[in-house]
């Protein structure tokens, strides 16, 4: 289990070298400097975490436009725009690091 750890924290050490979360942690710096927007920007992410995640069934894309119309401030603001576009790219890598060890260790996922 050792050398599992040990990889897991290379990557993790991978990661944050990145530019992408480099990125990601700048953009979290420039936000914090506006509590309000960051208070927006969480409120938003819930629910979109939220959204996203409904056990219930819903119409997805109706839903989603209307938490957008909601928070279209957010896209209007560089600041928070660039968070999510920084946080956008670093969930992009943790998708494909998951979607890579489940398609390597032929890990049967019902979701795929």
Do not use: H, T, W
């Not at 990661?15 to 979290?28: P, Q, V, W």
């Not at 956008?88 to 943790?94: E, F, L, Q, T």
């Amino acid at each position: 289990m050792s050398d599992i750890k040990k990889s897991v924290e290379n990557l993790v050490d991978a990661l944050k070298d990145s530019d992408e979360f480099r990125r990601y942690r700048e953009a979290c710096g420039q936000v914090r400097r506006f509590p309000d927007q960051e208070k927006r920007l969480r409120e938003f992410r819930k629910k979109n975490f939220q959204l996203q995640n409904a056990a219930e069934q819903i119409d997805l894309f109706s839903e989603s436009d209307k938490l957008m119309a909601e928070y279209q401030d957010l896209y209007g603001d560089p600041v928070s725009r660039e968070f999510l576009a920084a946080e956008v790219a670093v969930c992009r890598i943790v998708q494909k690091v998951n979607r890579e060890l489940i398609e390597f260790l032929e890990f049967e996922n019902p979701l795929l």
